[in-house]
């Protein structure tokens, strides 16, 4: 009863981030700042109920299932971010376009009143990764303002100060002299140059790789990979000669296959890329899927269907396979050869047109394989063993209306519609 009433709740919540995003996708160039953050609100609401759902389902889920829900969880919360992002670049235009008009109003005004321009002041709760963007945009916004106090600074200081940075500075007395006293001992604890470079590198590292040829996805990644670089940089370390290539090189396998494909026929064979021309390839294609009208939520569904496949145990194993009546030879994935328990013979076979380039096979065998209802029908084929086939399909779930008109009918993939099971078999 548990599982159930958290399966509903995740029907639930997942008709809930759609319908919001949809409509904030339709109306977001309308929105004005104060209906920006009540509609991020509602996002933080979804996300944190996506999180504790999950949370939930983990600790009942059984072990085949476990890896369908962390698939799906990594898609919705993918999703979610997108938009906060979207949310984000929105809110930030209305800043800059509402503090040009501030700055205008100071200087034809003879009003003794000092007033910071209509922007949020970031906040710092002591996370040393973070120390460096804080501190760049406390400075320009507060501390380089020549018409503050040193104790006004302090005041604005202390409101934007959380958690553990708070405590280094409660116990001054605001005054104009307190104002670099508090900022020398932030400094002293979190600038330490070392320990924001590790921190950096895993960022960097860490960048969500390209799932599919999607425009906000690329930019995505090339709005985190600047971020790093423009953090590095002000460390003094400059992004040139061999740590340009190692850097390019990184961000270079973050791509999707179709996105890599791109990018290798665009360059020259004699030469090098550098990092700034990868990003600006990724920028450019970025535009030109936007222009052309893709997106990243849009679906194209490909032909998948649940099957019955037969393991060395005498057993069955439900895979998911995608139905090409164009392919000329049958595929299965390593891990799911590995799963089922069944041999393989060596042969190393090229496969052509498998995503955006060719790849070897790493052994044949032979599988034996049943609709996933009950049938008489059963099937035998040879299948070549690669790495992978393709990721997830389709890369996000889809509104369950969309099966409404096929709900008398005994479909051969009845999670067509959601991201539940990878791909391992094409036939």
């Known amino acids: 009863m548990k599982s159930k009433a958290c399966l509903n709740q995740k029907k639930a919540i997942i008709s809930s981030l759609t319908r919001l995003k949809n409509k904030t996708l339709q109306d977001i160039n309308e929105l004005d700042s104060t209906e920006l953050k009540i509609r991020k609100n509602r996002f933080d609401v979804i996300g944190e109920e996506l999180k504790t759902l999950f949370d939930n389902l983990f600790s009942l889920a059984n072990d085949d299932e476990i890896e369908g829900y962390i698939l799906e969880k990594q898609e919705l919360l993918d999703t979610w971010e997108e938009m906060l992002i979207l949310l984000e670049r929105r809110v930030s235009h209305l800043n800059k376009t509402n503090k040009s008009t501030e700055v205008i109003h100071t200087r034809n005004s003879d009003s003794t009143e000092i007033k910071l321009p209509t922007l949020s002041l970031p906040t710092f709760s002591g996370v040393i990764d973070e120390w460096l963007t804080f501190s760049d945009l406390f400075q320009a916004a507060v501390t380089n303002n020549q018409n503050l106090t040193g104790a006004q600074k302090l005041q604005y200081l202390k409101g934007v100060l959380k958690g553990d940075a708070q405590k280094i500075v409660q116990s001054l007395p605001i005054t104009d002299g307190n104002f670099q006293i508090a900022w020398d001992l932030l400094k002293e604890r979190y600038f330490h140059k070392r320990e924001i470079l590790s921190s950096l590198m895993k960022k960097l590292m860490n960048i969500s790789p390209i799932t599919c040829e999607s425009h906000a996805q ?17 460390l003094d370390l400059k992004v040139e000669g061999t740590a340009d290539i190692i850097l390019m090189f990184i961000i ?16 020259d064979n004699e030469k090098i890329p550098s990092l700034s021309e990868l990003l600006q390839f990724l920028s ?126 005994k479909l051969a993939d009845p999670t067509f519609l959601r991201v539940v099971l990878s791909i391992f078999s094409l036939v």
């Not at 995505?220 to 940089?233: G, N, W, Y």
Request: proline letters at 3%.
């Open 284 to 409: 450019n294609h970025a535009r030109s899927l936007m222009t052309e009208g893709f997106d990243s939520n849009s679906q194209v569904l490909l032909c998948t269907a649940l099957v019955n496949v037969c393991d060395s145990f005498g057993g069955t194993r439900l895979c998911r396979v995608l139905l090409d009546p164009g392919s000329q030879a049958c595929l299965i994935t390593s891990s799911c050869l590995e799963r089922l328990g069944l041999p393989r013979k060596r042969t190393n076979v090229r496969i052509s047109c498998l995503g955006a380039s060719d790849t070897r096979t790493n052994g044949i065998s032979e599988i034996k394989f049943t609709p996933h209802f009950t049938s008489n029908i059963s099937f035998v084929t040879s299948v070549y063993v690669v790495n992978k086939i393709v990721g997830q399909l389709p890369h996000f779930s889809l509104d369950s209306s969309w099966s409404e008109p096929f709900s008398d009918l």
């Open 218 to 234: 690329i930019l995505k990644l090339v709005d985190s990979t600047k971020e790093c670089v423009r953090l590095l940089e002000t």
């Open 252 to 267: 270079q396998f973050k791509l999707d296959s179709t996105t890599r494909g791109w990018w290798e026929r665009s360059l």
